[in-house]
């Protein structure tokens, strides 16, 4: 199953979306 998530970084003042089968997994890298 794959996910799509938004990530806000207030350090860069944007936002990140993405997509992957496994989140949990992806979240740790980022």
Same mark, same amino acid.
């Given at each position: 199953? !794959?996910?799509?998530?938004?990530? @806000? ?5 944007? !936002? !990140?979306?993405? @997509? ?11």
């Amino acid at each position: 199953m !794959y996910s799509v998530y938004i990530l @806000f970084s207030e350090k860069c003042n944007r !936002y !990140y979306v993405g @997509f992957a089968s496994d989140v949990e997994s992806r979240l740790e890298r980022h």
